[in-house]
T-cell receptor, first 113, second 115 residues
Framework: AQSVTQLGSHVSVSEGALVLLRCNYSSSVPPYLFWYVQYPNQGLQLLLKYTSAATLVKGINGFEAEFKKSETSFHLTKPSAHMSDAAEYFCAVSEGRAQKLVFGQGTRLTINP | DAGVIQSPRHEVTEMGQEVTLRCKPISGHDYLFWYRQTMMRGLELLIYFNNNVPIDDSGMPEDRFSAKMPNASFSTLKIQPSEPRDSAVYFC?????????????FGEGSRLTVL
């Protein structure tokens, strides 16, 4: 069965600094991978997704993620953090065209002024 | 286009009462999911439907929980009787199989507090 591990339940960076949120997955078949963001008191919104095309995926709000099969990783990055990036971020995996997503535990991102 | 609509947004009830949460998926989407979010357990998939038929309910915690989808535009999640440990945010999400990528669209959630 597929699973996702997010390293670090809480990440804190300064405004303007690099954001790096880590995600490792386990899947028996080529996976589809996702990053979702959740702002306080809201549902989850899709940031970006990997569906076996380009390994470097660009998403909304300046975020990007790179699929590395050898490392079974899909880390999320943003070159320069903005205060509005403060939120909880979830990595998720689905197996191929299966519609069922399995989510990681989430990483809360705090931005310091 | 309206997104996934959930009601109520907040529900406070007493232990033993019946709770019904409602969801209207995005028109044209043929998959519907119910997730539960808590601090301790994160996001858990409870059940999902395809074309109104339940496909996987292995995440439903116990018989007190039930979910229905009588038509393509409406689903309910019912807890009877409710217990304090059911307190959580319940999310409904929908997706379109034709996309083939598993992208889910989430509602804003129903925050349930059982006293």
């Amino acid at each position: 069965a597929q699973s996702v591990t997010q390293l670090g339940s809480h990440v804190s960076v300064s405004e303007g600094a690099l954001v790096l949120l880590r995600c490792n997955y386990s899947s028996s078949v080529p996976p589809y991978l996702f990053w979702y963001v959740q702002y306080p008191n809201q549902g989850l919104q899709l940031l970006l997704k990997y569906t076996s095309a380009a390994t470097l995926v660009k998403g909304i709000n300046g975020f990007e993620a790179e699929f590395k099969k050898s490392e079974t990783s899909f880390h999320l990055t943003k070159p320069s953090a903005h205060m509005s990036d403060a939120a909880e971020y979830f990595c998720a995996v689905s197996e191929g065209r299966a519609q069922k997503l399995v989510f990681g535990q989430g990483t809360r991102l705090t931005i310091n002024p | 286009d309206a997104g996934v609509i959930q009601s109520p947004r907040h529900e406070v009830t007493e232990m033993g009462q019946e709770v019904t949460l409602r969801c209207k998926p995005i028109s044209g989407h043929d998959y519907l999911f119910w997730y539960r979010q808590t601090m301790m357990r994160g996001l858990e998939l409870l059940i999902y439907f395809n074309n109104n038929v339940p496909i996987d309910d292995s995440g439903m915690p116990e018989d007190r929980f039930s979910a229905k989808m009588p038509n393509a535009s409406f689903s309910t999640l019912k807890i009877q009787p409710s217990e304090p440990r059911d307190s959580a945010v319940y999310f409904c999400a929908s997706s379109a199989a034709g996309e083939g990528t598993g992208e889910l669209f989430f509602g804003e959630g129903s925050r349930l507090t059982v006293l």
